[in-house]
């Protein structure tokens, strides 16, 4: 009797050790992923970056870079220099041309006969439209205020027509003028004296084109 008692206690004890251990056994057993670590890029410094003409350029010799870099700088100066020599140029043409339409021709009172002072001045006019023959001028008549509109505005004409026609025998084409009068409506100077009137009797050129 004792004896089966005891041997029912052992069953007790080992019984529920072998439950465990079974149990334990197929109980899946969850991995853990292998961690990498991060692969490390070497970042360059911004002085390490340079551009292909950069590396070209260092592969030079020395002296073969001081010699582009005169030419460069060579060049720098003669655009330099042209950019301002054609602003000369175009100041002298500026220039020219404003003395082509600021300088009129003057007549005696009651006149259209042009002057020997009148004469130089035309002469010059006409060399500046051979040099630029690509222009046409309106040849403008004035008077003084004395006189009425009517005999002013046809002493005008007369001073215009004869100032052309002086122009063409210097070989000025007759197709590149055109002339009007403009009687005494276009002072040149307000006043009422003899001074005055000498400004407003006069021939002015003006450019068209």
């Given at each position: 009797m004792q004896k089966k008692i005891w041997i029912n206690m052992v069953l007790c004890l080992i019984i529920p050790g072998l439950l465990l251990t079974v149990?334990?056994?197929k109980r899946p057993?969850?991995?853990q992923p292998a961690v990498t670590a991060p692969v490390q890029i070497p970042q360059m410094e911004?002085?390490?970056v340079i551009t292909s003409?950069?590396?070209e350029r260092l592969r030079k010799p020395e002296d073969q870079r001081i010699e582009e870099q005169r030419l460069a700088e060579e060049q720098q100066?003669?655009?330099?220099?042209e950019q301002r020599l054609a602003e000369q140029r175009r100041q002298a043409a500026l220039a020219e041309r404003q003395k082509f339409m600021n300088q009129d021709i003057y007549f005696d009172f009651d006149k259209s006969y042009?002057?020997?002072?009148?004469?130089n001045i035309l002469k010059q006019k006409a060399e500046y439209m051979n040099q630029h023959p690509e222009?046409?001028?309106i040849i403008e008549g004035h008077c003084d205020e004395r006189g009425t509109?009517?005999?002013?505005?046809?002493?005008g004409e007369r001073r215009a027509v004869a100032t052309k026609q002086f122009m063409i025998r210097l070989g000025i084409s007759a197709d590149s003028m055109v002339t009007v009068s403009y009687g005494e409506e276009r002072p040149a100077d307000p006043g009422h004296s003899e001074s005055a009137w000498a400004k407003n009797r006069r021939v002015h050129f003006d450019i068209l084109q």
């Open positions: 149990s334990c056994a057993v969850k991995s911004e002085e390490d003409e950069e590396a100066r003669l655009a330099e220099e042009i002057r020997l002072d009148a004469q222009i046409s001028v509109n009517e005999y002013n505005i046809a002493l």
